[in-house]
Each structure stands twice: as structure tokens, then as C-alpha cells.
């Protein structure tokens, strides 16, 4: 019987596939495995073509077939029952799991933008950091107005050791931006507070000396707000915004490793006698000076509380305070770092009382229990890396979406978000340490259900893993009944070796 011409082209379609998908098979099998698939295509095509079947429905499936040659071959060339013990070895290993969290951390840094605004904190626009100081003040009083501040700063600038002393004064307000406002911290400083610290401006120009006489509605942007509400447009420069409902005009925007104060202070205005009368809390305001050479803050801190003394200013149970411009910024991102330690410390003491025991029986010998708890150490930190990324992340972007730019609250926020979110990654990083070989680390495989949860108090009840390298076997209770009901492992010896593939 001569098979009609599209069946024929049928069959020669699918030999030239399997033809092709042949050479992937080793060379002394690659002969018999073809003939072995193109003899059961033929007789395919000539049962479709017999029984009239051969239509659009049966080809595509013969095609299929077809196509599923080169991955029959790839397996023909490597065994895949070895081939998938190691692959699941792989992904039960401790070097496994560390590369995927490692990964993640890298992928979620590379998406946040994190690293521009940690390479900000770790350089400084400030020349001789060393050299400025800001003088604090600290007490019970909680208000200080206008003319207090600046009566004390010409106090203070009298004092033969700085060269000069600049007072600010830092609060909430509101910049309208396109018909809509954003809350913000602006901050009001003397004419010549940018001339203290030495701090040029990335664009435009800084406040300077005498613009309380040229330039008394004059105002500085911040390098945040300037991107996220200005689009990083260097033409805002010279142009007009609103803030606290008055008109100004934005004469330059600051570098972006520019922290000092308070990072998320968004503009920056004048303070001059001439404003109207203010009272802020006492925390948000202060003075910056410049200190001559060779002058040591101690020194600066009691010549300063005399001048002050001396002013007529004694506050009660009241302490002025002198700090470098280096170390009031070192402040802030070592006390953003312990509250980031207490809320893992929070979370720590949470997974804890909830998880009712730890992370199991560590291995006996000392290597091994070094690398034990190492692997474990190195999986929380990256966990909480990661989740505290997440969390940052997270409230940023949330912040710009709701209101247009960074509230000022965004990292305290975050840091409670992060408290919520890191209980999960600790649970698992314990639950998973506990299920994991004592010897290789290996994930343990094979769980058993062994006992009746109704007999705890008579009998064992709970789970058995076994090593799948037969290291040994691990025993996890389902519940506590008392203090021998615990986690138990179990090293097996040689003996035991024949039932493994690899050991």
C-alpha cells in the first residue's frame, strides 16, 4: 500500500526530528534509539492514516511526541534518577539556601535604591567635619522662642573660641507642589549658616550673609524633595514655590550627602529678626559653629554655658551640649541602628516564646558545632537583612505614592513594620535549622509519622526524618508533654550504608 503524500510528509517530519534529537544520545546507543523511535512513529502514521484519522488534532500530538525526543535523549545521555538526587541535594544543602536568601538581598538592594542613599550617609558635603560643632541645648523646659534663640547665639559668638555660630531652628510644615500638598520638615537658619559649614550648592546657590536684607523670601531645597517632587528639573532654581502657605523663591538645592540636623529636613529658610516670633521644642534647635584650630569641644562646651550664664539664661536642671558635625551625624545612624537591634531583639524573644524550644540539639563534636550554629547565625542575619530591606522599601514607596514624597516618620514607621515582618523569617530560619542534618547540614527528607498523638503520655508521638546521605535520623515530638519529650538524633554507623546511594 503507497501511503498518500501527507502522511508522507507527515512521517519525513518527524524522522528529521527524531534524526536530529538522535545525536544528543551517546554514540554506541544513538543507532538502535532511532530506529527504535522512527519504527514507532511509522507504525503511528500508518494507523492514523488506515483508520482516516490523520487530521489537524493527531499531528499536533504526533508532534509533541516528536519534540519530546530531545528531551528523552538528553536522559538516554544522563541517568536522571542521578541526575535528580543530586539536584534535590543541591537544593536541600546549607550552601543553597544561603545563596538563594544572598540573591534575593541582592536583587531587592538592586530594585530599592537603597545603596545611593546608604553611599550618602558614608561621605560627607561638609568640609573639616571635624571642625563644626552643634551646640544643643537639653533640659525640662520644653519651648524656646525666636528672640531667645538669637540673643543666645549673639552670646555665644563672643566666645574666642569659634570663629563663627549660626542658630536654626527645626519643625514640620507643608510645601504645595502642583495644587497638592506634602508635609515636610523645613528648618529656619541664620543668613551665614551654610558659610559656617562650608557647604556648596549643587545647584544654584546657598543662603548666604546679608540675604536678610536681598533675600529675605529666599529658600534652599533639599536634594530628596528636589527629586521626588521636582523630577531632579535644575530649572526650579529661580522659580516659586509655596510653603506654609507664603510664596518663596527656591535659589539652590543642597548635595545629596547633606544629613546634618535632621536628614529629612526638606527646605531650608531664613531665621532672622525680622521673622515673625516662633517657639519650637527644645530639641529642634541649636546653633552650628566653626571651631578654631586646636580647640577641644570640652572646652568650647564651658566657655559656651558661661557666655550663656552670663546672658541671663538659666534654664532649669538645663545642659548645653557641644558635638562635631561627624559625630552628631554618627549619633543618628547609631541610634537608628539600635533601635533596629531592639525590634530584633523584640522579634527574637517573640519567635521564642511561640516556638516553646530551640533551634534543636546541636552536634556533639566542636567543628561541627561551629558550623552548625555559623550556618544558622548567617541565615537570620541575611533573613533580616532581607526583611528589613523589604520593610524600608515598602513605607518609602508607600510614602511617595500617598503623599508625593519621604514623611518625615517613614524610618520610625518602617522600623515598626520591620518588628511586625521579621518574626516570620526568624520562625522559619528555626524551623528550618531544626530539620537539617547534624553531620552535612542537609535538609532532612523522608518524614514519618510515627506513634498516636492520643498515647504522648504512654508512648512516643511525632515525626522522623532521615539524612539522605545516612548520617542519621532525627525524632521531632508533635507536643511537649514533659521534659524528655524533645527533639532526639540518632547517628547511624556503617552498617547502615547499603541502603543509601551516596554516603
Same mark, same amino acid.
Given at each position: 500500500?503507497? /501511503? ?19 545525536? /544528543? ?16 512513529? &511509522?507504525?503511528?502514521? *500508518? ?5 482516516? *484519522? ?12 516528536? &519534540?519530546? #525526543? $530531545? ?28 545563596? =538563594? ?33 552643634? +551646640? ?92 521626588? *517632587? !521636582? ?14 502657605? #507664603? =510664596? ?9 550627602? $547633606? ?29 552650628? =559653629? ?24 538659666? $534654664? ?13 551625624? %554618627? ?5 537608628? =541602628? ?15 516564646? %511561640? ?25 537570620? +542575619? ?17 510614602? +511617595?505614592?500617598?503623599?508625593?514624597? +519621604? ?10 513594620? !520591620?518588628?511586625?515582618?521579621?518574626? #516570620? ?8 535549622? *531544626?530539620? %537539617? ?67
Amino acid at each position: 500500500m503507497r /501511503i498518500p503524500d501527507p502522511v508522507q510528509r507527515t512521517f519525513l517530519s518527524c524522522r528529521a526530528l527524531i534524526w536530529l534529537a538522535s545525536w /544528543i544520545v551517546p554514540r554506541e546507543q544513538r543507532t538502535g534509539w532511532r530506529e527504535a523511535c522512527t519504527r514507532k512513529v &511509522w507504525h503511528w502514521c *500508518q494507523f492514523l492514516a488506515e483508520s482516516r *484519522q490523520l487530521n489537524r488534532d493527531k499531528k499536533l500530538e504526533l508532534a509533541r511526541f516528536c &519534540w519530546s #525526543a $530531545f528531551a528523552a535523549a538528553f536522559w538516554q545521555r544522563y541517568d536522571r534518577e542521578q541526575f535528580l538526587q543530586r539536584q534535590d541535594r543541591l537544593r536541600h544543602s546549607p550552601g543553597f539556601c544561603l545563596s =538563594a536568601i544572598a540573591l534575593t538581598l541582592v536583587l531587592l538592594t538592586l530594585i530599592s535604591g537603597v545603596v545611593p542613599v546608604v553611599g550618602s550617609f558614608l561621605s560627607s558635603a561638609i568640609p573639616n567635619p571635624d571642625r563644626v560643632c552643634v +551646640i544643643s541645648l537639653n533640659g525640662k523646659f520644653r519651648r524656646v522662642r525666636s528672640e531667645t534663640l538669637l540673643d543666645l547665639a549673639s552670646a555665644w559668638r563672643s566666645s574666642k573660641l569659634i570663629e563663627v555660630v549660626a542658630p536654626y531652628s527645626w519643625g514640620p510644615g507643608s510645601l504645595t507642589v502642583s495644587r497638592h500638598t506634602v508635609p515636610i520638615l523645613s528648618a529656619r537658619v541664620a543668613p551665614g549658616f551654610f558659610q559656617v559649614l562650608g557647604l556648596r550648592a549643587a545647584h544654584g546657590r546657598t543662603l548666604r550673609e546679608g540675604d536678610d536684607q536681598t533675600c529675605n523670601s529666599c529658600v534652599v531645597l533639599s536634594d530628596q524633595i528636589w527629586r521626588l *517632587q !521636582f523630577h531632579s528639573d535644575p530649572a526650579i532654581v529661580g522659580q516659586t514655590v509655596t510653603l506654609d502657605g #507664603a =510664596a518663596r523663591m527656591v535659589i539652590g538645592i543642597l548635595p545629596r550627602n $547633606f544629613h546634618l540636623l535632621s536628614p529629612e529636613i526638606a527646605v531650608w529658610t531664613l531665621l532672622d529678626s525680622r521673622s515673625p516670633p516662633f517657639s519650637n521644642f527644645v530639641e529642634r534647635i541649636g546653633a552650628v =559653629a566653626r571651631m578654631k584650630l586646636g580647640t577641644a569641644q570640652p572646652r568650647v562646651e564651658a566657655d559656651l554655658a558661661d557666655l550663656t550664664e552670663n546672658a541671663g539664661y538659666v $534654664f532649669p536642671a538645663s545642659m548645653l551640649t557641644v558635638t562635631s558635625g561627624a559625630a552628631e551625624m %554618627r549619633r543618628y545612624v547609631v541610634s537608628f =541602628a539600635l533601635f533596629i537591634l531592639l525590634a530584633v531583639g523584640c522579634a527574637a524573644l517573640i519567635v521564642y516564646a %511561640r516556638s516553646g524550644s530551640a533551634i534543636g540539639r546541636p552536634p556533639s563534636s566542636l567543628r561541627d558545632r561551629f558550623r552548625w550554629w555559623l550556618f544558622f547565625v548567617a541565615k537570620s +542575619i541575611l533573613l533580616l537583612l532581607v526583611t528589613g530591606l523589604l520593610a524600608w522599601t515598602t513605607v518609602r514607596w508607600l510614602s +511617595i505614592y500617598l503623599v508625593g514624597t +519621604i514623611h518625615p516618620m517613614t524610618n520610625g514607621i518602617a522600623v515598626w513594620l !520591620f518588628l511586625v515582618l521579621s518574626v #516570620a523569617p526568624l520562625s522559619w530560619a528555626i524551623y528550618d535549622q *531544626q530539620r %537539617r542534618c547534624r553531620v552535612c547540614l542537609q535538609r532532612l527528607g523522608t518524614p514519618i509519622q510515627i506513634g498516636a498523638p492520643g498515647y504522648v503520655l504512654l508512648d512516643w508521638s511525632g515525626t522522623e526524618m532521615v539524612c539522605p546521605a545516612g548520617h542519621g535520623v532525627l525524632y521531632l515530638p508533635d507536643s511537649q508533654a514533659n521534659w524528655l519529650e524533645r527533639d532526639r538524633w540518632d547517628n547511624l554507623d556503617d552498617s547502615w550504608a547499603g541502603l543509601f546511594h551516596e554516603k
